[in-house]
């Protein structure tokens, strides 16, 4: 079962409305981009615990859950958050490197949206499903699985998403090798934070 994938799109389709304005978007089109985008950027998030700590490093120190706990809030752009924790621009550069372009496209083309809008998308999420990881890992006060685990638990909802949803099989299969930007992986991106990197 993908608890992450399933749990994370119910509580977004919650908020569809909100991230529709957001990203100035239809709500029926952004509800398609959202059912493509989290399990891509979840197979993403995958490939790269497969190639290293990083991933695992980022959730310890920056992602224990508490954007979940106040997603109305960072939707709405009130949430009193850490900017590390909020940064999915910093997320997707250093998971997806010169990609995401690429996997921006790819979305666009299941769900209808433009590519622009799409490139607003993707920061906003990444951000809540590294949340959700954090929430469901023992990084949480009350999480479940080991963080030590989290290349197998990824690898295991990335396949159960793929056989529930082979229509995007195509997508998870493209990135869900790790990153191809030659970045390093996320674990860089702490460094980046801390010396000044971009927030959001």
Do not use: C
Not at 19 to 47: C, M, N, Q, Y
Not at 132 to 146: D, H, I, R, V, W
């Amino acid at each position: 079962m993908a608890e992450i994938l399933d749990t994370t799109t119910s509580l977004l389709d919650g908020q569809v409305g909100t991230i529709s304005s957001r990203i100035g978007a239809d709500e029926t089109k952004t509800r398609e981009a959202i059912h493509a985008a989290v399990p891509a950027l979840l197979a993403a998030f995958s490939g790269e615990a497969e190639r290293g700590g990083g991933i695992r490093k980022a959730i310890e120190q920056d992602h224990d859950g508490s954007i979940i706990d106040q997603l109305s809030e960072y939707l709405g752009g009130t949430a009193q958050l850490s900017p590390r924790t909020t940064n999915g621009t910093g997320i997707l550069d250093h998971v997806l490197g010169g990609e995401q372009e690429e996997m921006a496209r790819a979305v666009s083309a299941k769900s209808g949206l433009d590519l622009g809008t799409i490139m607003k998308l993707l920061p906003l999420l990444a951000p809540i499903l590294m949340g959700m990881l954090g929430k469901k890992s023992n990084a949480s006060p009350g999480g479940g699985f080991s963080l030590d685990d989290l290349g197998s638990i990824l690898g295991r909802e990335k396949a159960d998403a793929k056989a529930r949803n082979p229509e995007i099989g195509d997508i998870l299969d493209r990135f869900g090798s790790g990153s191809k930007g030659g970045m390093g992986g996320i674990g860089d991106a702490i460094g980046d934070m801390l010396g000044g990197g971009r927030d959001r």
